[in-house]
């Protein structure tokens, strides 16, 4: 569809009114047609969130003064907003211009109407945020109605409705109004695609094995559960001890491999480390009775006879991500147990070990909601990714829902050709099972955190009997693995270890190549009791954490031996990278 600025062509309107017309029944038929089931939240974790605001609004309910006082406080806070906004200068009582890119357009300030409106959501968002705080409610209840609470105060934005918005305003001038029919026409399209959510990353910018996920490598190894790569070297000679990488099972490999520039795989092959990932199976209904154990065994354990059997080496250093990190761990704890020495040393990165506070993902964890996922999931029998996708999503609603929102349906510009954004919304399902031993053993028991609770293959798990050395790294501003609580839970291994703090946030800060010298880290040889006392004795260093890494993991990697090249070597090439698994979607 036209959307460029100009009166518009009553043929090209018509046209592509026809056409919106035709997408509307289409998507209207889906809709329709869609199971109870396809709902963001399941019908009973719904009830269940409802039933913790009722606890809460009951509780508000027993102290009618506070409540009587804070609705004092909101509309005071109103009067000072409005009078300052609509002050000659617009000097008053509004409160400050938020650090908030959603009202980057100086109209926000610089019309009273705009800013008055602004400062008025500003006084209403804090007032919220207060009154989520008050009353005597259970703590899970409290976390339940605070993150709600959030997603509600992003909902309500005024930057999320076009007639509020002065860039969505601005084009809808400019374009005639294109933008608006152009925007229901993406909507419709996200509508009618798989995913059924907004897009945010153009589909089309990337293509996997060519542009994205190309460094050279070639599947060695099949499972039910992943594929083996292992990657052409790229230097004459490589360290003796081969590299692993565990990336989480929700999340495709590729990550680590995005463009050239930022390629962790590519940039390790640089130092001369022999390269292999674990590239996960994207679930459907024959994954439907695998559990945790089967990620492991049937991944990173069976994978060391396969590197064994390339390299020549027993030994492998291992390198696990996010949850990829937690089966590290798990898997280092059942290698313990059972007496088996191949794990020469690994690292985890952004990864939690400990569950004690898991962050916002607890408000979808409960008795209650793993009951509700196992009833929703007993005919499918696992959890796609486009729904994983979604929940996760919630959790950075105003990144990863509004904003695209507003791009894609509003101003109705093209999608973003980011390969991040691409990665992220190229994800990967959980088996019904793995996903209730997940949130019921591990989330909500804490079972890894305490000793012999938590089984693989019937093996007691004891995360204290490690003795392989251990690197964790973590990142300052991630939102999804907490860097003090993963320090806490570096806290329990009795290995030795080292900790290296980076900057940024889970993916941006992990995919951080040295060249681009941002973020920075920070290092401390320490192990105080808490993560605070780690920090205020800790070195900051510019660039990035990969080099620091690197030095630690070279020290334990053996001698420089010759490259060792996949085609032709001692495995089967079964077909190039990214492989077979990599390209499944849901």
């Known amino acids: 569809m036209d959307t460029k ?197 153009d589909q089309e910018a990337f293509e996997l094995g060519v542009t994205i996920a190309a460094t050279k490598g070639s599947v060695v190894l099949r499972t039910p559960m992943m594929e083996l790569i292992q990657y052409e070297p790229t230097t004459e000679k490589v360290s003796e001890v081969p590299l692993l990488l565990i990336s989480p099972w929700v999340n495709k490999y590729y990550l680590f491999d995005l463009q050239p520039k930022t390629s962790f795989i590519r940039w390790a092959l640089e130092q001369g480390y022999t390269v292999f990932a674990v590239s996960w199976v994207n679930p459907d209904e024959s994954h439907a009775g695998k559990d945790f154990e089967d990620y492991w065994l049937e991944g990173p354990q069976a994978a060391f006879a396969a590197i064994a059997e390339a390299t020549g080496q027993d030994k492998v250093n291992l390198i696990g991500y996010c949850l990829g990190g937690t089966l590290t761990a798990s898997g280092l704890a059942y290698m313990a147990a059972k007496g088996d020495e191949r794990a020469n040393s690994a690292t985890m990165i952004a990864t939690m070990t400990d569950f004690a506070d898991a962050g916002d993902f607890e408000v979808f964890v409960s008795n209650e909601n793993v009951k509700a996922l196992r009833a929703q999931l007993a005919d499918k029998g696992y959890l796609s990714d ?144 808490t993560a605070a006392e780690w920090l205020a004795g800790a070195e900051r260093h510019e660039g990035s954490w990969w080099s620091e890494w690197s030095r630690w993991l070279k020290e334990r990697s053996g001698e420089q031996v010759p490259a060792r090249p996949v085609a032709g070597g001692p495995l089967p090439v079964l077909e190039a990278a990214p492989g077979s698994y990599a390209r499944i979607r849901r």
């Open 5 to 201: 600025p100009g009166a518009p062509d009553p043929v090209v309107l018509g046209r592509d009114w026809a056409e919106l017309a035709g997408k509307a029944q289409r998507a209207a038929t889906k809709l329709a047609g869609s199971p109870a089931s396809a709902a963001i939240l399941p019908m009973q974790m719904a009830q269940d969130i409802s039933a913790s605001f009722g606890r809460f609004y009951a509780g508000l309910l027993r102290d009618p003064r506070a409540l009587a006082e804070a609705n004092v406080d909101f509309w005071r806070g109103q009067a000072e907003a409005w009078s300052g906004a609509l002050r000659p200068g617009g000097e008053g009582g509004e409160k400050p211009r938020p650090k908030d890119r959603r009202f980057r357009n100086s109209e926000w300030e610089a019309n009273p109407a705009l800013r008055g409106l602004l400062h008025s959501y500003l006084v209403g968002a804090d007032w919220m945020r207060s009154l989520a705080g008050k009353g005597e409610l259970a703590p899970e209840d409290r976390k339940k109605v605070t993150f709600f609470t959030e997603q509600l105060i992003d909902a309500m934005a005024p930057s999320n409705f076009a007639h509020l918005n002065p860039d969505v305003v601005k084009k809808t001038v400019e374009t005639g109004g294109r933008n608006l029919i152009q925007g229901f026409s993406n909507f419709l399209d996200d509508v009618l695609a798989e995913s059924g959510h907004v897009r945010r990353a």
């Open 386 to 529: 486009a729904e994983l996708s979604t929940l996760f999503s919630l959790l950075r609603a105003n990144d990863l829902i509004w904003s695209s929102a507003i791009s894609s349906y509003l101003l109705a510009d093209k999608a973003v050709p980011s390969d991040l954004l691409f990665w992220f919304s190229d994800g990967i399902g959980m088996p019904g099972k793995m996903l209730e031993t997940f949130m019921s053993a591990i989330m909500l028991d804490n079972a890894l955190a305490k000793p012999g609770r938590l089984k693989l293959a019937g093996t007691p798990l004891d995360l204290a009997k490690i003795e392989t050395p251990l690197c964790f790294v973590s990142l300052k501003d991630d939102h999804v693995a907490n860097w003090e609580t993963t320090y806490r839970g570096a806290l329990r291994f009795t290995a030795p270890k080292r900790f290296i703090l980076g900057g940024s946030g889970h993916n941006a800060g992990t995919i951080n190549p040295p060249a681009a010298q941002k973020h920075g880290y920070w290092t401390n040889a320490a192990f105080p009791p």
